[in-house]
């Protein structure tokens, strides 16, 4: 029996005699099941070089539009659950992610009764990182959601992937703006791993020079299209991009530290650190992952 298993029978319960609130929750299950059927067919927008797969981006992906998809059913439905339910319901789900290492996902903490049954209509489980299906977190981030001073390896990088997901989420919605921050991306990828093959005593640094400037160009992009940004929410764009503030590795930190600021493509270029590592193992300069 799967940890979460509880919480969707419950669910099943409640929305079996809640009139009210089964027609909503009917509702966001067609819909939502539309929106991550049409990132199914395509997910390369918008396309840049990065660290991870193409599938684990997508995975990201989804994972980004199932969070809003639930953030918009709890701002509907959350005023039409009983408040017994209610309670009842997060202590359930509080239980099911003490119990699988899932609590920093924080997509169901974040919604109201019928959420897990959603979530489990769409297809959609947070990555299974161990055999029991938690992550096998040493900083205590993935249990308790509070972010400790410094984050492990595993909720590091999961982290970043996800501030990558819901960057990319949305700049799909975003077209002449996401093609635009995906020729600055990849325009410091080629630079990047040039400076790498260049080599020379000072090849980090000249890499986090050329990020730098790539979030500067970010900038002027953000200023470029700052009408059409008024109609963007950032909130959660912000949100996930704030822990990677304890990230172990300095590179992360620091390249987060300067870019976000700048605005859309921040996660992207955070995301070229990790490039940047493989590339000075590529080219046998001694690469530290972690400075704590």
Do not use: N
Not at 25 to 45: C, H, I, K, N, P
Not at 209 to 231: P, Q, S, T, V
Not at 265 to 270: F, I, K, P, V
């Amino acid at each position: 029996m799967g940890v979460f298993d509880a919480v969707v029978e419950f669910e099943r319960g409640v929305l079996e005699r809640d009139e009210a609130l089964k027609p909503v929750w009917e509702r966001f299950a067609a819909a939502g099941e539309a929106r991550v059927r049409e990132l199914s067919r395509d997910a390369a927008f918008p396309s840049w070089p990065g660290a991870t797969s193409a599938s684990v981006l997508k995975a990201a992906l989804v994972e980004a539009e199932v969070f809003v998809v639930l953030s918009e059913y709890a701002r509907e439905a959350g005023p039409l659950v009983r408040a017994g339910d209610a309670e009842r319901w997060e202590a359930l789900v509080r239980e099911a992610q003490r119990r699988s290492g899932e609590g920093h996902l924080g997509e169901l903490q974040e919604s109201v009764v019928g959420a897990a049954s959603l979530r489990e209509r769409f297809g959609w489980a947070p990555p299974r990182r161990t055999q029991r299906g938690g992550i096998p977190c040493d900083c205590g981030y993935a249990t308790d959601g509070v972010v400790p001073r410094i984050l492990c390896d595993d909720c590091e990088d999961l982290l970043l992937l996800r501030w990558v997901g819901e960057e990319r989420r949305i700049l799909r919605t975003l077209p002449t703006y996401g093609e635009e921050v995906a020729a600055v991306v990849s325009k410091v990828a080629v630079k990047q791993e040039r400076a790498w093959v260049k080599g020379g005593e000072y090849t980090a640094s000249d890499a986090a020079g050329i990020r730098r400037a790539g979030g500067r160009a970010l900038g002027r992009l953000r200023r470029k299209h700052r009408a059409e940004l008024r109609a963007v929410d950032l909130a959660r764009w912000s949100a996930t991009a704030a822990p990677i503030a304890a990230a172990a590795m300095t590179a992360y930190r620091e390249t987060a530290a300067k870019v976000a600021p700048r605005g859309l493509g921040a996660a992207a270029l955070t995301e070229l650190v990790t490039v940047d590592l493989r590339l000075a193992s590529k080219h046998g300069a001694a690469a530290v992952r972690h400075s704590r």
